[in-house]
């Protein structure tokens, strides 16, 4: 009985409004905001977890540190249909082939996390097995250094993530800086 | 109708096609980076071929580069899932090399915490084990029982996952009380969880339909195969390094070996299950067999001394400059210690030639060794059964490659 | 192990193989015998079958690179369960045909050991059903563990090696 009163005490949080220009039964903005504002709350991440940063994705995922409240809920094992390729570990010189095929079997758009120190840029294995950085093979939008990061900085990390999604424009794509950039990685 | 017969009599019996299927790097309920490459023959697989190596970080030679001390944060990474077991084995093997007396106080503790770490480790793999044949619910709240533990290691030594615990010699400081209330506050909390879990699956149709009989091996394969550990235990051998080889007074303490009948997923599911009963038994003995005295040994080469003395007394300097440049005195020699992980006989080959690095360390790793068999395991069973068997020998990626 | 015991393992070898003894030791009380290369996989053989010795379980096997003696050394580790006796056997291979039996006859776990030394030093194991390498990449042309190699991989350039360790 308890847990019922608490729950309709609490207040439902909602997503907050763009800005725009409201009156009786309509609500105008621009299409940029609404998409973006949808797009950030409902990414779907592909956890590309390979050591010990993948358990604490796993601990991130779980009940103490929900990341499903975030919009993640639904983890993609398939690149085709993620959005967010989060990757948490050592990236092995053998493992960039594998690493390069996801990146490119995901539709655009896509964001890519870096989660930890050898994934960011080799960590404490400066070794010549290890990849130095996953941004030698694919582009990174954000990184979140730690080894292994807590939770709460991978939350972290996901939130700009959701602020890069949000403010991103819709031509951002197609546009020639972007393309530029692929062509850097060799990426069609 | 006889356009079919004749079809029937025109295919060859003996020219089957079977298809590869890539079991490949990255597969769904992250066990791990490896890849399998089966052959199928519809569902059922007719053979396997393991591909490892896709996270091999040089361990071995990075130990070559790097001080002793040094070397602990490398053996956090080997079994990421108990990495204070790794920490606490390699501070073993550098105080058998050095021949110091370890005190009864230093050796409870390190009971305490690598009994704990052997929780965690089981406490993933059965979860896994569950998720693989569709419990998931058992998964959210055993990383939930698994936070406990991390705020037990971060209240002794600062980090959750890969803790770097201890020194060579003992530990920086002993348990403050806050450590010690959320160690029985743990013991209260966890074997009613634990239970529950237990209930879940133990006598559940579902699941012993699915794992009884799957991915079998009996007990003279399992040995030739260099089998350790929980695996090993399953398949009928009572082989156990904390009992055969006793260190950090472990012969002080009364506990049971699980040991399985048939070697198969639901054998190794509850042998790991009744370890970590036998784990919490074994905390509670320790917490009431406590003794009084020093947290660490007498070992001024490697142990820092406290920062009071460094700042005050020109020997604590000295000893405090050279330890952490790594200028200390080691004898020569080779040494070969083993713990008992939590996939195994976890063990550590070191040659030391005097200089302030090791000349090699080798580490023996459990996962490695008996994944060798896994081909064997699956062979006539379906591709199913071949996950569930995966998930349930805990094969830890950073323990396999290395 | 008490001496008695590291005794009779010693007297069951010298029984048939004196010759290929080359030296006995035990640091920190770890029986270790260094043998010939030629019969290895014979003497592991007959450590396994004879009831006095019956080391029928391989602990470990790798491979150790002395560059001052230009010789790779194959250890292996056996450990009988029931007695709870442990031995370690040395091998030394000159490094420039580094080449023994395998071991894989008597121990299937020695399978990827041997792939795993192979890969690291280079040693050839003749008999061996699969010899290729097991965690580094295929194409690799060297054998990184051996002492002459660096640790790090030499074409990167974001790290500066003035820095303290390497």
Request: negative net charge; glycine residues 8%; hydrophobic residues 35%.
């Amino acid at each position: 009985m308890e847990r019922t009163e608490n729950i309709s005490k609490s207040p439902v949080g909602m997503a907050e409004k763009p800005d725009g220009y409201e009156g009786a039964g309509f609500f105008a903005t621009s299409l940029e905001k609404v998409v973006g504002m949808a797009r950030k709350n409902s990414i779907w991440p592909l956890p590309f977890a390979t050591s010990c940063c993948g358990i604490e994705f796993m601990a991130t995922m779980g009940a103490h540190y929900d990341l499903a409240r975030f919009g993640s809920e639904r983890l993609s094992f398939s690149p085709r249909q993620a959005d967010l390729l989060m990757v948490m570990g050592t990236i092995a010189k053998k493992m960039g082939p594998v690493l390069r095929q996801v990146y490119e079997q995901m539709a655009e758009p896509r964001w890519v996390l870096s989660v930890g120190a050898c994934a960011s840029s080799g960590g404490i294995f400066d070794t010549y097995s290890v990849l130095q950085g996953i941004d030698r093979i694919i582009p990174v939008d954000v990184y979140v250094p730690g080894c292994p990061p807590r939770p709460e900085q991978i939350i972290d990390g996901i939130i700009k993530i959701q602020h890069l999604v949000e403010n991103e424009s819709l031509r951002r794509r197609d546009s020639a800086e972007y393309k530029a950039m692929l062509n850097k990685y060799g990426i069609e | 109708m006889d356009t079919n017969e004749s079809l029937i009599g025109q295919a060859p019996p003996e020219e089957k096609q079977y298809s590869y299927l890539n079991l490949g790097p990255t597969h769904p309920a992250t066990h791990g980076i490896f890849q399998n490459v089966l052959k199928m023959d519809g569902e059922k697989i007719v053979d396997a071929e393991p591909t490892i190596g896709y996270i091999h970080r040089a361990f071995e030679k990075l130990a070559e580069r790097r001080p002793y001390a040094q070397i602990t944060p490398i053996t956090d990474r080997l079994n990421y899932c108990s990495a204070p077991i790794n920490n606490i084995g390699w501070h073993m093997t550098v105080e058998k090399l050095l021949g110091t007396e370890i005190p009864k106080r230093v050796q409870y503790l390190r009971v305490i915490i690598m009994e704990l770490a052997r929780i965690t480790d089981h406490l993933i793999c059965n979860a896994v084990i569950g998720v693989d044949t569709g419990a998931l619910t058992g998964f959210v709240y055993m990383f939930q029982q698994r936070e406990l533990v991390y705020e037990i290691y971060e209240e002794i030594c600062g980090a959750r996952l890969t803790t770097n615990i201890g020194r060579i010699g003992g530990f920086e400081r002993d348990f403050s009380p806050k450590a010690w209330a959320k160690i029985h506050q743990f013991l209260k909390e966890f074997p009613v969880i634990l239970k529950e879990f237990e209930n879940l699956l133990k006598r559940n149709r579902i699941f012993m339909d699915r794992t009884i009989a799957v991915g079998g091996i009996t007990a003279e394969r399992a040995l030739s195969y260099s089998f350790s550990g929980p695996n090993l235990r399953a398949a009928g051998v009572d082989y156990d390094v904390r009992v055969a080889d006793p260190y950090s007074s472990y012969e002080d303490f009364d506990f049971i070996i699980p040991i399985g009948s048939n070697g198969d997923v639901y054998d190794r599911f509850m042998v790991r299950q009744e370890e970590m009963w036998q784990s919490l038994s074994i905390i509670k003995q320790a917490i009431d067999k406590l003794p009084d005295g020093p947290y660490h040994a007498k070992v001024p080469e490697f142990y820092l001394p406290p920062k009071e003395e460094v700042y005050n007394n020109m020997e604590a300097l000295i000893y405090h400059f050279k330890i952490v440049m790594g200028e200390t005195d080691i004898p020569k020699g080779e040494v070969y210690h083993c713990v008992e992980g939590g996939n195994g006989e976890l063990g550590f080959y070191l040659i030391s030639d005097g200089g302030r690095t090791p000349f090699r360390l080798q580490f023996r790793r459990p996962c490695f060794i008996y994944y060798q068999a896994y081909p064997e395991m699956i062979k006539g069973s379906m591709l199913s059964d071949a996950i569930l068997t995966m998930s349930s020998m805990n094969v830890i990626a950073g323990e396999l490659d290395a | 192990m008490e001496a008695s015991a590291q005794e009779k393992i010693i007297n069951s070898l010298k029984q048939k193989y004196e010759g290929d003894i080359l030296h006995i030791e035990t640091p920190y009380g770890f029986l270790t015998i260094t043998l010939k290369k030629e019969k290895i996989t014979e003497i592991i053989r007959y450590l396994y079958d004879n009831p006095d010795t019956k080391f029928q379980y391989l602990t470990s096997l790798g491979g150790v690179h002395f560059p001052d003696l230009n010789q790779i050394a194959v250890v292996y580790q056996l450990h009988n369960l029931v007695s709870n006796q442990r031995l370690r056997l040395k091998t030394y291979l000159p490094v420039d045909n580094p080449v023994t039996d395998t071991l894989t006859s008597v121990f299937p776990a020695a399978n990827w050991m041997e792939r795993e030394t192979y890969d690291f030093y280079g040693v050839n194991f003749k008999g061996h059903p699969d010899l290729r390498r097991i965690l580094n990449v295929d194409e690799m042309i060297i054998f990184p563990m051996r002492k002459e190699y660096p640790l790090e991989d030499q074409t990167r350039e974001d790290k500066n090696d003035s820095m303290f360790g390497r």
